[in-house]
């Protein structure tokens, strides 16, 4: 079973970027379908982007123009680079990755995932 660590988190002020970046180990599960998911305290946890096995790109519309999903295959990592950042995006981020190749129209469904890494605290102040 794959195992997901994110990093690159961390303190911004309003309109300012941060990369996050998801390893894994062992598995190669950048071949498949891959997605970002955030959640604040008191809310529930959201879909921001996914990617296809081909690279085909999916988003939020509220990120749509700032976060760009990314990955690196021979990395084996996953990458979201969020510009114009604001305090709404102010959540723990997490990856996720499952064994189908196209994410769908269910990409940004939680059930659809079956591994997630620990998370890493976005903070952005205006």
């Known amino acids: 079973q794959a195992q997901l660590r994110e990093s690159g988190g961390g303190s911004v002020l309003a309109g300012g970027s941060l990369k996050l970046s998801c390893t894994g180990s062992e598995y190669p599960y950048t071949t498949y379908c891959m997605s970002w998911f955030r959640q604040s305290p008191g809310k529930e946890r959201e879909a921001v982007a996914a990617?296809?096995?081909?690279?085909?790109?999916k988003y939020a519309d509220s990120v749509k123009g700032r976060f760009t999903i990314s990955k690196d295959k021979a990395k084996n990592t996953l990458y979201l680079q969020m510009n114009t950042l604001s305090p709404e995006d102010t959540a723990m981020y997490y990856c996720a990755s499952d064994s189908r190749l196209w994410c769908g129209g269910g990409w940004d469904s939680q059930a659809g995932y079956d591994d997630w890494g620990q998370g890493t605290q976005v903070t952005v102040s205006s």
């Open positions: 990617i296809d096995s081909d690279g085909t790109t």
